[in-house]
């Protein structure tokens, strides 16, 4: 402000001597800076120039210097400083400019712009240089990491920058971290430091994880790592009873968690071993990084085919199977009464018929017997069981009984 001022005055005074028709005498118009020097924050690697205005310079001089080491970088036009990476112009008027191309960190520091009276006149500006982050690869942090379910894993990411950098952590999918230590528990969505320290890591743990280093300079940079857990496979059979009628197609499903990925047979219960072909159709579907679904369809049951299936699952470090039963869909044994029709003396039967693929209709005739009608409840969750996993999705029922006979049937009475 002040030299605005200044600067001002001196045109004032210009003009009047101008008006009056006379020449100022030299030593009253001293060199005017018009602009103060600029401040740079400038990225490493770009190039970056402070603008001096001067007038009246008269037969004065411009001088560049570093005042941090007190080093003359220029002279007018006359570079002094042996750096190739500095340059000055002069626009022939009242403006010289020094460039720094390539700008280094040891670049930073306070630039002065400085005029020869007597006592010198200068104007400084300030230069900042910043980087952008990066992560050093650290030597034997491979991108993969591996643990045993249980184990521990220790991930390291190191960053450089200027400002110095802020590292976090995130999963890739955007599931939360989970940190364990002796005695607790935390979920995080994001975890700040350069290390983090996975501890009795569990397969749900496993996937991809970023670490992401940002310190305002763009751009932020990250680094993926991918979180290996291994264990024994596990398997598990949500139906171990399935029934289905001859003819029809069947459906037998194993849920398997593995890692590494395990070698997943299907077998019958005398020990032989089924291939995908026209009646086996073999199949494996992926649900995340661990787990996968293998549904083995059987075509046109006959009688053969009914049986126990195992599904079996191996690798490094062990073994599982599952097995299931496959039994002949048909006829429930149903004793009972109409309550309307008197006393019921006959068994009838609870026949279930296949009519449409894959939704089945089922037509259930009951007659119910005249004795036991207590146990509604019970037959009903029985019933609603049955149903269910029959996927029979409605029902209507009137009064019923349920009572198991030695067999494993159901009977309705
Ligand atoms: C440059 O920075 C200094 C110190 O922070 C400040 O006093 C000065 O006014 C700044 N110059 C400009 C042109 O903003
Ligand atoms: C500044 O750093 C650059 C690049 O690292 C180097 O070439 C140069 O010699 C350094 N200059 C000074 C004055 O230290
Ligand atoms: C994940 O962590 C955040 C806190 O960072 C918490 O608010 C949220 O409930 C957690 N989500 C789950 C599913 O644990
Ligand atoms: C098995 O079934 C799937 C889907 O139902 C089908 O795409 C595939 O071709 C079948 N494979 C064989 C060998 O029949
Ligand atoms: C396995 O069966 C399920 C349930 O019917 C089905 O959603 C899935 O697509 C099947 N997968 C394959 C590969 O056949």
């Known amino acids: 402000m002040a030299s605005r001022n200044l600067a001002l005055c001196a045109l004032i005074v210009a003009f009047f001597h101008v008006s009056l028709g006379q020449t100022p005498p030299k030593s009253e118009v001293l060199p005017e800076f018009l602009a103060l020097l600029e401040n740079h924050t400038v990225t490493q690697g770009r190039d970056v120039s402070f603008t001096c205005v001067v007038n009246h310079l008269q ?16 002279i007018h036009t006359h570079m002094v400083a042996h750096n190739p990476r500095l340059s000055v112009t002069h626009n022939g008027h009242n403006t010289w400019k020094l460039h720094v191309t390539n700008v280094q960190p040891n670049d930073s520091g306070t630039y002065m712009c400085q005029v020869n009276t007597d006592p010198m006149r200068s104007q400084t500006g300030y230069m900042k240089v910043v980087i952008p982050p990066d992560i050093m690869d650290l030597d034997n942090t ?8 249980n184990g521990d894993l220790l991930l390291r990411c190191r960053a450089t920058g200027n400002p110095e950098p802020l590292v976090i952590w995130r999963r890739e999918d955007g599931r939360n971290i989970t940190l364990r230590n002796e005695n607790s528990v ?10 983090l320290d996975l501890r009795a890591i569990q397969r749900q743990e496993m996937g991809s994880y970023l670490c992401i280093a940002s310190n305002g300079v763009p751009p932020s940079v990250s680094k993926r790592y991918y979180v290996n857990v291994r264990f024994k496979p596990l398997i598990k059979v949500s139906n171990q009873l399935v ?19 395990a070698l997943n047979t299907w077998y019958r ?26 549904n083995l369809t059987i075509r046109r049951l006959d009688k053969s085919d009914f049986g126990t299936y195992t599904c079996s699952a191996e690798n490094a470090f062990g073994k599982a199977e599952g097995s299931i039963r496959l039994q002949v869909e048909n006829l429930f044994r149903v004793s009972g009464r109409s309550p309307g029709t008197g006393p019921g003396t006959s068994s009838s039967t609870f026949r279930t018929d296949a009519i449409k693929r894959p939704k089945r209709c089922y037509v259930i005739r009951i007659m119910l017997h005249h004795s ?13 069981q049955t149903l269910f996993r029959e996927r029979v999705e409605s029902y209507n029922y009137n009064e019923f009984s349920l009572l198991k006979d030695a067999h494993g049937g ?3 009475v």
Not at 243 to 261: H, N, R
Request: proline share 2%; glycine share 4%; hydrophobic share 35%.
């Open 142 to 149: 491979a991108d993969m990491l591996t643990a045993r379910e």
């Open 186 to 195: 935390k979920r995080t969505r994001t975890f700040e430091g350069e290390q």
């Open 410 to 412: 159901i009977t309705i």
């Open 59 to 74: 037969s004065y001089k411009v001088a560049w210097i570093k005042s941090d080491s007190r080093a003359i970088l220029a």
């Open 243 to 261: 029934a289905a009628p001859v003819d029809s197609d069947v459906l037998l499903q194993c849920y398997v968690e593995s890692s590494p990925k």
């Open 269 to 294: 219960n005398n020990g032989i071993k089924l291939l995908a072909g026209e009646k086996h159709n073999i199949s494996e579907v992926t649900i995340n990084d661990y787990a996968y679904q293998l």
């Open 372 to 384: 036991h009608c207590d146990r509604l409840d019970d037959f009903n969750s029985q019933l609603k």
